[in-house]
């Protein structure tokens, strides 16, 4: 059973670092078929693709914040992290972990809301 | 980076109903294209890949149809369960892109 569970703080203030781990399970982060995105959604708005990270490591992340984020893997530990730099009120969101099996979003995880505010 | 727009933004239907979501690519991404749906509080859900694969799983009263940079979701039949919204979304290329949404509600 494949599944993908996010974690990390609830608040941050502004201008501090955001650090998420998504923890996967029933998939090897290692498979060359599979790789992980992560996605935000702020509170009544579009889903927004921010970054993704291939079994061989290779990485690329979304064009407007390419200067805030960056996405690891620790394959022994099946976790992604993201971490997003300078975090603003406009960065409010619920962020999701998603797997890529082969070129679509094929299990999500459940989410997590990270409010920004001083 | 490729744009997704679909239309409408919402749209009111009723149960039994038939109705049709639009997607346009701001260039040709060939069928490399997938629906989601979301339910509020709730992580999308994959529909439809390639354009017009049905994920398993997925009622047949849902289709996907269309290539280059004019798709179609149809969902024939409407139950009271599709109330939702959808999204598509481009796997030609990286950076992936979604559209903004669109929000269909019971009539």
């Known amino acids: 059973q494949v599944t993908l569970k996010e974690s990390g703080p609830v608040l941050v203030k502004p201008t501090e670092t955001l650090t998420l781990t998504c923890t996967v399970s029933?998939?090897?982060?290692?498979?060359?078929?599979?790789?992980v995105s992560w996605i935000r959604q702020p509170p009544g708005k579009a889903l927004e693709w921010l970054a993704h990270i291939f079994s061989n490591d290779e990485k690329s992340y979304t064009t407007s914040l390419k200067s805030r984020l960056t996405i690891s893997k620790d394959t022994s530990k099946s976790q992604v992290v993201l971490t997003m730099t300078n975090m603003d009120p406009v960065d409010t969101a619920t962020y999701y972990c998603?797997?890529?099996?082969?070129?679509?979003?094929?299990?999500w995880g459940q989410g997590t809301l990270v409010t920004v505010s001083s | 980076d490729i744009q997704m727009t679909q239309s409408p933004s919402s749209v009111s239907a009723s149960v039994g109903d038939r109705v049709t979501i639009t997607c346009r690519a701001s260039q040709d991404i060939s069928s490399w294209l997938a629906w989601y749906q979301q339910k509020p509080g709730k992580a999308p859900k994959l529909l439809i890949y390639?354009?017009?694969n049905l994920q398993s799983g997925v009622p047949s009263r849902f289709s996907g149809s269309g290539s280059g940079t004019d798709f179609t979701l149809t969902i024939s039949n409407l139950q009271p369960e599709d109330f939702a919204t959808y999204y598509c979304q481009q796997a030609s290329s990286f950076p992936r892109t979604f559209g903004q949404g669109t929000r269909l509600e019971i009539k």
């Open positions: 029933g998939f090897s982060l290692s498979n060359p078929r599979m790789g």
């Open positions: 390639l354009a017009s």
């Open positions: 998603a797997r890529m099996g082969g070129l679509y979003f094929d299990y």
